[in-house]
């Protein structure tokens, strides 16, 4: 039986993976596939599909077995014990310091495109933000699920007015080009673009709250997964056929500049506001998901019993204060310390690919029959993603390795004060 309500249907639950994997990606990373692969990227977009279709077939599975607020650390516990539990859930918490910032930085810096913002001014933009995130999270769950129908509504919408005014596709640009030298730079390419693919992890937080949970949390991973990847498609058709890539800064405004060029100046207010709102709906379900898994830990006894108070929607409105403050801290730290988005994104890349990697391992250990097979080929690719991150990964695997060691080191401790006689 689940401990939240549930509200989510079908629809609902869509809209909100979908818009979670749009997210910050949908404006930046088609132009940076482009440039790292050309035309090709077409191509890596329905291979990085493919890839990672297995890796949320595995999820939904999954999920559909075991729904729980704790998401992919609750998963990785049934699977591997309470330990592995504990380090998951701090190693997914940890992208609290650098991810949630980077997202916070992008989405300030659609203002900045319309407005002239100091270092003070971006930081204010931001805390507001998380601000607007804490009021809608005190809501019932149906809430979020309709702010980001909508917000996937003006996604699509978008990317299909450009196609539209374009008139796209173009005789210049096939939609799937034959075969040439820029394929031997496709590996870069799905480097990057894997981060398009990152919030699936998350999504299996709200796991308790579909109203039909064995049918409808499965579809909508999968249905919202496929969404995003069409949608990340036309959107590289769109930068390929009309030039706006090729350097960083034109990467990094190259959705803004695709706009201007097809409407003209006006347009900037549209770009800005569909770009701020992809942000938010983001870090949206990301501050939820992070929110239910403290209070599902608070609920299990394995954090402080006051984390796991539900206000009079259902909804963990304490662990969502305690997650949200947090990031309005480490946003403050960001800011001060001047890092870049850049280092940001990298260092939180390796923690979701860990934790996607232990999660599909659970799924080796737990499912049976065909799911189980699809569980090991998704160890075996999220394996060798890992890889191919190199010392981008060493982040991940030293934070897990000093949590690990941790944890080891307070266990005899923890046991030896249970074993204190009382009075």
């Known amino acids: 039986m689940s401990r939240l309500n549930q509200d989510l249907g079908l629809l609902q639950g869509i809209g909100l993976l979908s818009t979670s994997l749009l997210g910050t990606g949908i404006f930046v990373v088609p132009a940076l596939a482009a440039t790292a692969a050309g035309a090709a990227s077409l191509w890596a977009w329905l291979i990085l599909i493919a890839l990672v279709l297995p890796v949320a077939f595995t999820f939904a599975q999954l999920g559909r077995r075991f729904p729980h607020a704790g998401g992919a650390p609750h998963l990785i516990g049934r699977a591997f014990g309470a330990r592995m539990e504990r380090l998951s859930a701090f190693l997914f918490l940890a992208v609290l310091p650098v991810g949630l910032p980077a997202a916070l930085f992008i989405a300030t810096g659609f203002w900045q495109a319309l407005f002239p913002l100091g270092t003070g001014e971006a930081l204010a933009v931001q805390l507001l933000t998380l601000g607007a995130i804490l009021l809608l999270g005190q809501r019932p769950p149906r809430a979020s699920g309709l702010v980001q129908g909508l917000t996937a509504l003006a996604i699509i919408a978008s990317v299909a007015l450009v196609w539209w005014v374009g008139g796209l596709p173009l005789d210049s640009q096939p939609l799937l080009p034959r075969p040439d030298d820029s394929w031997q730079r496709l590996p870069a390419a799905l480097g990057v673009m894997f981060w398009c693919f990152v919030g699936i992890e998350a999504f299996t937080h709200l796991g308790e709250e579909f109203k039909r ?173 890992l890889l191919a991150l190199g010392s981008d990964a060493l982040y991940a695997l030293g934070l897990l390795g000093a949590l690990a060691l941790l944890d080891w080191w307070r266990a005899p401790k923890a046991r030896a004060a249970l074993q204190r006689p009382q009075g």
């Open 213 to 385: 949970p064995q049918r409808d949390f499965p579809l909508a991973l999968l249905l919202g997964v496929l969404l995003a990847g069409l949608v990340y498609w036309a959107c590289s058709v769109a930068v390929l056929s009309f030039g706006t890539y090729g350097d960083i800064h034109s990467d990094a405004t190259a959705l803004p500049r695709l706009f201007d060029l097809l409407l003209g100046s006006q347009a900037r207010w549209l770009v800005a506001t569909v770009g701020y709102l992809a942000c938010f709906a983001s870090m949206n379900v990301y501050i939820q998901g992070f929110a239910r898994l403290i209070w599902s830990l608070a609920d299990e006894a394995k954090l402080p019993a006051p984390l796991a108070v539900r206000n009079r929607y259902g909804v963990p409105a304490r662990a969502l204060l305690l997650v949200v403050a947090c990031c309005a801290l480490c946003a403050a730290l960001a800011a001060l310390s001047g890092l870049s988005v850049d280092h940001l994104i990298r260092y939180a890349n390796g923690n979701f690919v860990l934790i996607y990697l232990l999660s599909m391992a659970a799924g080796w250990a737990l499912l049976r029959g065909v799911w189980r097979t699809l569980a090991i080929l998704s160890t075996l690719l999220c394996a060798g993603v």
